[in-house]
């Protein structure tokens, strides 16, 4: 698994996924395969390799460049190997003296209109044209090139009017038209894998040449969105990436797990020594089948900028400069006033933060820290922020606090619900194959108010888009569920024998009542009782029904009572426990899903076993030879109010900003402010730093080894590509800031030498993770929880002979306004959300490339909203709300409807958590980030706390020279 030789294996075609064996003869020797396997492929399966340029693995077959050619007995003519299928019986020759004629023909046309420059080309040691013509043996070309397309000028030094100069638009990769062979796989990978068509073959015949679209569009102004996947595709320089050219051809490759969202794509990270190269879609990474994304593919430069801190800083009061200091020096002055705050504030006067970025090993240990080390249970994490109401939700119906399927499921599911999120631009690379499906055949319904790219976009359109008032998802999801109780659309047998028929009873009572329909409750939610009742007949009688949600759900007053209901109506359509269909929360962050599993609430141990059970405890204080508290700790809005009053005074922060993140931010910089010791642990002096007492340099995830956990539950590998450049990986530094607070209270150190070893006592102590190892990890590639005993090979599918609780459980859902209301002061509505190029609070896709593609935050507004307010596209506007106002340009769209607008929380300096309130979700505290009344107008520039907070940064960001 660790390392790979540069290019991994191409089959030419995909797999067949027939069941039925076929056996035929290949060269004299028999081979049997899955009836439907290309005759290339099940050559390649023998160790036979046919000379291919059109042809690759993660494509269909095509069968346009004539070089794969086979003879087979009793058939005329010479076949393309790809495009022909296997038969029992057929006797196959792949290589003889008229074949080889054949392909050396073939290949000489390439040749004669294409540049010789191999020994300075890009894709020098890594051209499939350069192999493909020593494997058909060709010496010389016969065809003079007299009109090509890869001269600029001809012998006369007269322009070329078929030559095109090289397209290097993007930041990333560069496509040279006059490298072209025309195979058309990057046109076939964006349209079959990544399902963008941003690219055409344009011209006919000799004056055939790949197109990004209008003539008038290079890479960077096309749809193009930069996934990687013509680039991988490419079997020549024509699509290179720019870090090939700079750099050189790797020399070897280590896979590792992708750092942005939660799908958790598989990479190999190919490197050059100890420099990394480029990052390359694991083909056979499970959670991403061999895709990517832009973040994934190209934004990891940010573990090489400029502005990461490599040394560990420190000073008295947040109006000081930094100093930097050694390591010693910076964890004997933190464990100093940690403990001093204890002693003179309380044992429950500081806590932690753990981070859904950091791997399931750091994670652990920083819960670890407060509840072992510290003695109280003040811990946690972004998860909560954003998705707790899923674990309550599920855990509450289902009872597991985690999504039902694996990402391959959607490749079975006829009906799609995608409810609160934006697959293409949270979750690109699970877009992708959602697309994929619809594309064949699946119906979609969106249920969102703004109208996202998958509600129509190339070669699809969705069946339903359900434009819902924000804030007014209970009632959506009720009303749907109305339809089919009243109807009798549900799945009575499934009801009865998986789900408690009692609480159905009371809950289909609940459901069937009149002001729970359609047309009762349109006027709130602003759906059409028709197109409802439409989109719920599909659901229920469509086949098999998923659903899949994500921050537009949780992130709400009723972000739980939502959850609660997607669950009853998947329950109501016994759409639960097979594949295609199930409950799939799309989480955030790249370990959302392990942080919550690692126990990083203040309530819930390791395995969401509540604190305050001591049979649980028992086993925890065994192993860490210490006493846990039995009272729940502080959520992170709690520690901020008890700062406030003066309780709570010490906080350590590890990969989380919640100054930039968290809603109120003005309440969040109060709190902040009131601490004595704020230490934060990260890459960057993030916007939270500007009140940190500590600074702790962190290790990008190419620096270090560990585990995350994806949104299908899967536990992925994540290995050390480099040394870390700031001497230590986060577990190690958390360890070592243990031992120095241990050591000063006399306690036993901790001694773990390698994240494994934090992975067994994981498993140790938390039963869905009881059969997980990295050895095992390392044999299976990855796993998903539950992994024990009674599942060795993880658990893809949940719920499939009964849910996890017994019987699944229906609850009343009963919509409840939130507090947040619109008036006259403030009538429009607010919502937030992500774009694709940006990430979270954009601390590292900011320090990118990605840039070029989203610079600033800007706010959506409908036509007729900006009319009113005399508000100009692109014009600065001031963004107000109760809670506060800041400023950022406008752009007048109907994606939004009239009375919502919409904005991204990805620039500091816009700042856009100012403007949220401290309402939040009933049962999990988490934040409503998605309603907030706001009121909009025409603005000259950066309003005063705009001013006064990057004052404040810059004051804060001072770093004192090192002789100082």
């Not at 693995?57 to 007995?73: Q, T, Y």
């Not at 390439?110 to 020593?134: F, K, R, V, W």
């Not at 652990?364 to 003040?378: D, E, H, S």
Request: net charge negative.
């Amino acid at each position: 698994m660790k390392d790979f030789i540069i290019p991994d294996r191409d089959f030419g075609t995909p797999a067949a996924k027939s069941k039925a064996m076929v056996t035929l003869t290949i060269d004299g020797f028999d081979v049997t395969v899955p009836e439907g396997t290309s005759i290339m492929r099940a050559a390649a399966e023998a160790g036979i390799q046919v000379p291919k340029l059109c042809a690759t693995d993660s494509l269909e077959a095509f069968g346009s460049c004539r070089l794969c050619l086979v003879e087979i007995e009793g058939r005329n003519g010479t076949p393309a190997s790809c495009t022909t299928p296997v038969a029992a019986g057929l006797k196959v020759h792949t290589q003889n003296a008229k074949l080889k004629q054949l392909r050396r023909g073939v290949m000489e046309l390439y040749i004669s209109d294409h540049p010789l420059d191999c020994l300075t080309c890009s894709a020098n040691g890594d051209c499939e044209l350069q192999d493909m013509a020593g494997a058909v043996g060709l010496r010389d070309v016969r065809y003079e090139a007299v009109d090509t397309h890869f001269r600029a000028k001809n012998t006369s030094g007269e322009a070329n009017p078929q030559w095109t100069p090289k397209d290097d638009s993007n930041p990333y990769f560069t496509y040279d038209p006059a490298k072209c062979i025309v195979c058309s796989r990057c046109v076939r990978a964006c349209e079959e894998v990544q399902g963008t068509f941003a690219l055409t073959i344009e011209g006919r015949g000799f004056d055939s040449r790949v197109s990004f679209g209008a003539k008038t569009d290079n890479a960077l102004a096309s749809d193009c969105v930069s996934c990687g996947a013509c680039v991988q595709a490419c079997p020549t320089a024509t699509l290179q990436e720019k870090s090939i050219i700079e750099i050189g051809t790797p020399s070897h490759s280590v896979i590792t797990t992708c750092a942005y969202c939660g799908v958790g794509c598989s990479f190999k990270a190919e490197m050059r020594g100890d420099e990394l190269v480029r990052m390359t879609p694991y083909k056979h990474g499970k959670a991403n089948r061999g895709h990517s994304c832009v973040k994934g593919r190209f934004a990891y430069g940010y573990a090489s900028h400029t502005d990461r801190i490599l040394k560990p800083m420190i000073r008295d009061q947040i109006s000081d400069p930094w100093k930097e200091v050694s390591w010693d020096e910076a964890l004997t002055f933190t464990a100093t006033r940690l403990r001093g705050l204890q002693e003179k504030y309380g044992q429950k006067s500081i806590g932690v933060i753990t981070s859904s970025r950091c791997t399931n090993e750091e994670t652990f240990l920083v819960q670890k820290l407060t509840r072992a080390v510290f003695g109280n249970n003040n811990t946690d994490t972004c998860a909560r922020v954003c998705h707790s109401p899923t674990g309550y939700g599920l855990g509450q119906t289902f009872g597991t606090s985690a999504g039902t399927q694996d990402f391959d499921s959607v490749e079975h599911t006829d009906v799609v619900i995608v409810i609160g999120a934006n697959p293409t631009d949270g979750h690109p690379v699970f877009a992708s194959r959602l697309k994929k499906r619809l594309r064949k055949g699946a119906k979609l319904i969106v249920i969102d108010p703004r109208r996202i790219d998958l509600v129509k976009s190339a070669h699809i359109k969705a069946a339903h888009h359900l434009a819902l008032t924000p804030g007014t998802n209970v009632a959506v999801v009720t009303a749907l569920s109305h339809v089919i109780v009243t109807e009798g659309l549900m799945d009575e047998a499934f009801i009865r024998e998986r789900c408690d028929w009692d609480e159905f009873r009371e809950y289909a009572e609940f459901v069937a009542q009149d002001r729970h329909s359609p047309e009762a409750t349109q006027l709130l939610t602003g759906v059409p009782a028709a197109e409802l009742r439409a989109a719920a007949r599909l659901f229920a009688k469509g086949g098999n029904g998923a659903i899949y949600y994500g921050l537009g759900v949780t992130e709400h007053s009723q972000g739980s009572t939502t959850v609660i209901g997607i669950a009853n109506l998947a329950m109501l359509t016994g759409n639960v426990g097979r594949p295609g269909v199930g409950v799939n929360p799309l989480r955030g962050q790249n370990n959302v899903q392990g942080s919550c599993d690692m126990g990083s609430f203040p309530h819930e141990l390791p395995g969401y076993r509540h604190v305050k059970n001591a049979d649980v405890r028992e086993l925890f204080e065994g192993v860490w030879g210490t006493k846990i508290d039995s009272e729940p700790g502080l959520r992170i809005p709690n520690m901020l109010d008890a700062a406030v009053e003066g309780t709570f005074k010490g906080l350590y922060c590890q990969g989380e900003d919640i100054l930039q993140s968290d809603p109120d931010t003005k309440h969040v910089a109060a709190g902040l402010a009131a601490m004595e010791c704020v230490i934060v642990h990260d890459l960057f002096l993030n916007e939270t730093a500007n009140y940190a007492h500590v600074f702790l340099p962190g290790s990008t995830f190419l620096e270090k080894d560990g585990t995350f956990t994806n949104a299908e539950r899967r536990i992925n590998r994540v290995r050390r590509v480099m040394a870390p450049r700031n001497g230590y990986a986060d577990w190690e530094i958390t360890q070592m800031l243990a031992n120095a607070i241990l050591k000063q209270s006399g306690g036993a150190e901790w001694t773990y030498t390698h994240p494994s070893q934090i992975m067994d006592e994981i498993a140790m102590l938390t039963p869905s993770f009881a059969g997980v190892s990295y050895e095992v990890l390392e044999e299976k590639g990855s796993v998903q929880w539950p992994c024990n005993e009674k599942n060795p090979d993880g658990t893809p599918l949940m719920h499939i002979d009964g849910f996890v609780r017994g019987k699944g459980r229906f609850i009343v859902t009963e919509y409840v306004a939130t507090d947040e209301k619109t008036g006259p002061r403030f009538p429009l509505l607010l919502t937030t959300g992500r774009i694709l190029s940006q990430y979270n609070v954009g601390a590292q896709t900011r320090r990118t490339a990605n840039v070029v593609w989203h610079d600033e935050d800007v706010l959506e507004i409908h036509p007729h909203d900006a009319e009113v307010r005399g508000v100009k596209d692109g014009q600065f506007i001031r963004l107000a709300s109760r809670s506060g106002d800041t400023t950022l340009r406008a752009k007048i769209t109907d994606r939004v409807s009239p009375g919502v607008v919409y904005t991204t929380f990805h620039h500091p300096s816009t700042q856009a958590n100012v403007i949220t309130t401290d309402f939040s979700d009933w049962a999990t505290n988490c934040p409503e980030y998605k309603v907030t009344a706001v009121q909009v107008s025409p603005s000259n520039g950066p309003s005063e706390w705009q001013e006064d907070y990057a004052e404040q940064a810059a004051l804060s960001r001072r770093i004192l020279p090192a002789a100082e």
